[in-house]
């Protein structure tokens, strides 16, 4: 979807790593790695971004970083089309309206840092109904084209696992 509004790939991997999980911050030779790219043609996005001001940048070190500015107009509607693009918004909302006493889901796994491999991780927090789940999810990978993996934890086991915000990005809170 995005790719037929966006023409440059560069721009929505960075619109994926930055506006998927505000909370992550990248520099550029790192960004270089991750994505498989020129430095020149991410250095050109980034300085684009941030001069919008859809990305703040601050010194570690000799590092330049880049972090998505959870305060520009638009931070908001740029993340709800990503996630739209992944398809997790419609997860999300057809699972949990019908899965039993659902606390928390989070996402996990290489989305959550913000990177799109066409796999949804879902960690989903309650007491949840299994089977009916794992029907949903069937339908749910069917629609969206995307393999989607997902654990259930009850309250107690949520507790111990979800204190790492790295790994673990809420996306639904009841």
Do not use: Q
């Not at 790219?37 to 250095?43: H, K, L, Q």
């Not at 889901?105 to 794992?134: F, M, P, S």
């Amino acid at each position: 979807m995005l790719d037929a509004l966006i023409s440059s790939k560069t721009r929505i991997k960075l619109l994926l790593k930055f506006f998927l999980n505000p909370r992550s911050s990248a520099y550029l030779r790192g960004l270089e790695s991750e994505f498989g790219e020129s430095s020149n043609a991410i250095r050109l996005e980034l300085n684009r971004f941030e001069s919008a001001g859809l990305l703040n940048s601050f010194s570690n070190g000799n590092k330049r970083m880049f972090k998505a500015n959870p305060k520009h107009p638009l931070f908001m509607e740029l993340r709800n089309i990503v996630l739209k693009h992944l398809g997790v918004d419609r997860i999300i909302e057809e699972v949990v309206s019908r899965l039993g006493d659902v606390n928390r889901v989070y996402l996990t796994g290489d989305l959550a840092l913000g990177k799109d491999t066409g796999i949804i991780d879902l960690v989903l927090v309650g007491d949840v109904n299994r089977e009916y789940l794992g029907n949903l999810v069937t339908k749910a990978e069917a629609l969206l084209d995307r393999k989607i993996r997902y654990l259930v934890y009850n309250l107690e086991e949520a507790s111990e696992i979800t204190n790492n915000t790295d790994k673990y990005l809420l996306i639904w809170n009841e």
